[in-house]
């Protein structure tokens, strides 16, 4: 079993950078893939980035590709999200996730959130 904790949300302005981190604990955090998903107000909850096991492959949602960028470091137990070019579109909770499956919509684990506010 794996617990998160999200944690680096606020309030940015647009073309602002940020920087979340989650931090999980058990012994085979190692074994997930990790990903990101995020809220916002009155939608359903979207995916935004996942990573294998090792960090070598990454997957984003198209709305992200290039802005943002998933990592994680396996001897800490950490991943991160780094997202630049902040738009106001990109307001929401951010959960983390981890799962034993490289599909987008079998995560098996979430973290409570952390909210990000981007303010024109």
């Known amino acids: 079993q794996v617990q998160l904790v999200e944690s680096g949300g606020g309030l940015v302005q647009v073309g602002d950078s940020l920087r979340l981190s989650c931090a999980a604990s058990g012994r085979t955090f190692s074994r997930y893939y990790m990903g990101w998903f995020r809220q916002a107000p009155g939608k359903e909850r979207e995916f935004v980035a996942a990573i294998s096991w090792s960090g070598g492959a990454t997957d984003y949602a198209d709305s992200v590709k290039g802005r943002f960028t998933i990592s994680r470091a396996n001897a800490r137990n950490m991943v991160y999200l780094q997202m630049n070019s902040l738009r106001p579109e990109d307001t929401g909770v951010y959960y983390c996730?981890?799962?034993?499956?490289?599909?987008?919509?079998?995560?098996?684990?979430w973290g409570q959130g952390t909210q990000v506010t981007v303010s024109s």
């Open positions: 996730a981890a799962s034993a499956s490289w599909k987008r919509d079998d995560y098996d684990y």
